[in-house]
Each structure stands twice: as structure tokens, then as C-alpha cells.
């Protein structure tokens, strides 16, 4: 069974936590199926939990039956995935424990590249690689997965990449922006590039402003220290919201090489404009959800939730209006959105293009005028060109209407399921392509903006504003859109 990629080793870090169960392990088991994986790849789950490596498979299994649909669940497969699996307890502040890692290593085929990946609190970066260092287990072939949030600001940032550099070199680093390995964000790229229809149109000639909504209708799920210390700022917006923003801005890159397309990213982020003090009322706002209704069931506010541990004025709403300062976006803004406990779970980019310079049809429908293309990244992954025409009937004379020419993926491409961000992403590192994978600089420039931004914050006073659960955020974020004459698209 298998017969794709390189074979690896992978070594999972805290394999019996929700990240792991809920997304790694599903994903691998896929590209197992669809026979993506080496013969000879194997997987070591490490864990604090004395489990028999028996009673860990049986473990991984039940989780997988309650996360696959039914039809991706074949006996024997999920038998033959399980025997990839190891399982070893290991206390990840233990030095004197890790050198059984690399006896495992060596048990295998000897030619397995070894990856670690960390699913693990960003705590636990720092001490797990000065453990493996020192236990001698890294060469210049061994590759790490981190995930998000890579620190908290950009000097916390700068010392856990300064961490795993000691150990990794950094074209072996992955750090893993789960947003990137969306079907839809990779189709950004063939979009724009491979089709000139917009490629010609992708600037301030042709665009008059950009909408990113990224919606989630739950609360902090039982994660509020977590999410008190970051907020909606740190935890979204820093990474999802702004790679998502440099790959709608970035100019075209000189090939699809992972630094070529990181190096255009980096351009983006340089070429932000400052929020300062002074612009800080006009382009953003924070917000907190109260108490109020989601899907028809009562919910509590944020601070009333039941892990809350008093007062605070982390925001898990906000609004921004954000300027690219380059010659493709100069007067472009874009209106950037996400929050807890919206009216509905979605993500999606609007894409608004200026209307025609002379318009003659009627009067009253010139609001029409402008034609826009949203690009859906959940659910139902697809893209969609608004577009006007005439309006059918004898009686109707030149009237428009407006339709879309839509493009939902699992529609077109006869598919049951586009496959999980998860499973490109684990396929790409073990094929050791870092192009879906953000680059140190990138981290850092972005936390430099965020970081500016927060300080802004603090002296601005610009405490968040009070908002329902299960409404669209405060009403202070439809003001802020609303005074340039413009509205959030919200047809879903």
C-alpha cells in the first residue's frame, strides 16, 4: 500500500491532544488511502499518557471513526495505516528520555527523512528542540512543523525562531498557516496568474476595494486563558487575515518557486500602511461579544463564559481598514473582518471592481454597476463572478439583472470531498516543499505591523466595543465602511 512520496519518519509531538486527533491523524490516514504515502514511512506518536502502544492505535482508531464520514472508513486500509503507528510516553521536558527517539529513528529503513512536528502549546518549542540538539538526533536533512502563533509579538517571535535555528536550518523549517493549504487559497495563485482576464484587471485601475470576512459562529470553546492573552488580533489576524491579504496582493512572482512567491508576499508586508494614533478611530474596530443567541440556543457573553477569569478588554471581534502603500494598490482599501460568535461560520474574500466610466442604462439600477468576484473558503470552497445582464421578457425592456457564473469545486470536479488543508500540507513536508510554509521574515514583518498597531491601541485607549452573539460584530464596524459610501457583503 503506497507507492507516493518521500519516506519519512514523522515524529508527533503531543499525538494524543485535540490538533493531532482531530486534524493530523485524519489527514494522514487519507493520504494513506489515496496511497500518497512511502511503503516505508512511519509514524512515532509521543505523548505524556502511559498508554501500551496497542491501547494508543486502539485510541487513534476510535478517534478517527468519530472524525471521518463513514465512506472513507475502509477496515482494512485503517488496519494497514495503524501498523505505521508507534506509540512512546514521553515527559517533553525529559532530556535524559530523548535519545530513544533516535533509537527508533535507526530502527527503520535508515534512508527515512525524520520530521518533527510540534502539536504542541508554542511553550514547548523552545525546551523540545534544545532537548533534541542535545540528544544529537538533528542533522541538516531533519525537518520541524510549528504551528501558529509563532510568539506573541515580535520579540517573543524572534526568540523561538532563534530557538529552533540552533537546531534546524531554516529551509527545513515549516511553519504551518493551515489557511494556505485550502483548495481555494491555492487556487489565488492559478487565478490570478493564469488567467489574464484578471491578471490585466488586478490593480487600482480596475479595483475599487477588497472585503476579507473570516466568520466563526462559536465562542472561545473552553480556551479563554488562551484567548485572553492573544485576542483576535494576534490570533487571526497576524497570520490567517495577512497571508491571506499578501496573496491577493502580492505582484506576480518570477516563478512558482517557494521563495520567489515569499519574496512577493514580504513585499506586501513592507508596503503596509501604518495605523497610526491619529487613524486608529477611522480604521478600526475592536470588539467583545455579550450574551445572546447562536443557532436559535441562548449563549453565554465572553466574560460570563465558564472558564472567563474576570474582567478584560481582549477583543474577539475585530474591523480594520487596511492601505497598501505601492503603485498597484495606491486608494485601494482593504476591509478586513473576523470574529467569535458571528451570525454564521464563513470565510471569504469580495473582490469589488470599479464600474464602467460611462454608464446608460437606467438610472435607478446604476448601484448594480459594479461587477464583483467572491471567492468562498468555507464552506462550500468555490468561486463565484457576479456579472450584469439584461433582464429576460418582452415587457422588460433594458433592465438588468444581476447573476453570478459560479464555480463550486466539489460540483465541478465530480468530488465527494476536497481533501483537508492538512493533508497537502503533511504531503508537502514530506516531499520537502516549503512553498504553502511561511518564511521567518514574514512572521516577523507581520508581527512588526501587529505590534505597532496594539501599542496604537493602548494609547488610543481603544478599548472593544460591546457586541450580541450571533450579530455581525459592533454596529461601530458597519459605520466604519459606511463612511466611504460602502457596505460588508453579507449575501450568503
Not at 494609547?459 to 460588508?488: F, L, Q
Request: aromatic share 10%; proline share 5%.
Amino acid at each position: 500500500m503506497g507507492s507516493g512520496g518521500q519516506a519519512c519518519d514523522l515524529v508527533m509531538f503531543g499525538a494524543m491532544g485535540d490538533l493531532a486527533l482531530k486534524k493530523l491523524f485524519p489527514a494522514l490516514y487519507q493520504l494513506h488511502r489515496a496511497e500518497l504515502l512511502s511503503d516505508d514511512s512511519r509514524i512515532l506518536a509521543l505523548a505524556r499518557r502511559d498508554y501500551e502502544p496497542d491501547e494508543a492505535r486502539r485510541h487513534i482508531r476510535e478517534s478517527l471513526a468519530g472524525q471521518l464520514h463513514e465512506s472513507s472508513l475502509e477496515p482494512e486500509v485503517l488496519d494497514g495505516f495503524l501498523a505505521r503507528v508507534s506509540y512512546l510516553k514521553l515527559d517533553f521536558t525529559d532530556a535524559p528520555a530523548y535519545p530513544e527517539l533516535g533509537d527508533w529513528h535507526r530502527q527503520g529503513p535508515g534512508t527515512n527523512t525524520l520530521v518533527f512536528y510540534y502539536a504542541t502549546p508554542p511553550g514547548l518549542y523552545g525546551r523540545i528542540t534544545a532537548n533534541l540538539f542535545s540528544a544529537g538526533i538533528c542533522d541538516d536533512h531533519t525537518r520541524v512543523v510549528v504551528e501558529k502563533p509563532i510568539g506573541h509579538d515580535l520579540a517573543s517571535s524572534r526568540e523561538l525562531n532563534d530557538q529552533l535555528a540552533r537546531a534546524f536550518l531554516e529551509e527545513n523549517i515549516y511553519r504551518i498557516d493551515h489557511y494556505l493549504g485550502k483548495e481555494t487559497v491555492q487556487n489565488l495563485i492559478a487565478l490570478r496568474f493564469a488567467n489574464n482576464l484578471f491578471a490585466s484587471q488586478w490593480d487600482q485601475n480596475h479595483i475599487s476595494h477588497v472585503e476579507i470576512t473570516v466568520a466563526e459562529s462559536v465562542g472561545v470553546e473552553g480556551r479563554w486563558s488562551y484567548f485572553n492573552s492573544a485576542g483576535q488580533l494576534r490570533d487571526m489576524v497576524q497570520s490567517h487575515l495577512l497571508q491571506l491579504l499578501c496573496l491577493l496582493a502580492m505582484d506576480p512572482p518570477s516563478d512558482l518557486s517557494p521563495d520567489s512567491i515569499r519574496d512577493e508576499k514580504v513585499k506586501v508586508l513592507k508596503a503596509l500602511s501604518p495605523l497610526t494614533p491619529e487613524r486608529i478611530s477611522s480604521h478600526l474596530v475592536r470588539g467583545q461579544y455579550t450574551a445572546g443567541t447562536a443557532e436559535g440556543i441562548p449563549v453565554p457573553g465572553y466574560l460570563e463564559e465558564e472558564d472567563a477569569e474576570g474582567p478584560s478588554h481582549t477583543e474577539t471581534f475585530i474591523a480594520l481598514k487596511v492601505e497598501i502603500e505601492n503603485w498597484r494598490w495606491a486608494g485601494v482599501p482593504f476591509y478586513i473582518r473576523t470574529g467569535k460568535r458571528l451570525p454564521e461560520k464563513r470565510s471569504e474574500v469580495i473582490v469589488h471592481f470599479k464600474p464602467a466610466p460611462h454608464y446608460i442604462f437606467d438610472p435607478d439600477q446604476k448601484h448594480l454597476a459594479n461587477n464583483k468576484l467572491i471567492i468562498r473558503l468555507q464552506p462550500d470552497e468555490g468561486m463565484a463572478l457576479q456579472i450584469l445582464t439584461k433582464d429576460q421578457g418582452l415587457s422588460r425592456g433594458m433592465r438588468l439583472r444581476q447573476g453570478p457564473l459560479e464555480l463550486t469545486f466539489a460540483e465541478a470536479f465530480a468530488t465527494d470531498r476536497i481533501p483537508d488543508a492538512y493533508e497537502r500540507l503533511l504531503l508537502e513536508v514530506m516531499k520537502g516543499n516549503q512553498y504553502l510554509f511561511v518564511r521567518r521574515d514574514e512572521v516577523e514583518f507581520a508581527w512588526r505591523w501587529v505590534d505597532q498597531l496594539l501599542a496604537n491601541c493602548e494609547e488610543c485607549g481603544a478599548h472593544p466595543k460591546r457586541y450580541a452573539a450571533g450579530t455581525w460584530g459592533p454596529v461601530a464596524s458597519i459605520a466604519m465602511i459606511t463612511r466611504d459610501n460602502r457596505s460588508w457583503y453579507e449575501d450568503a
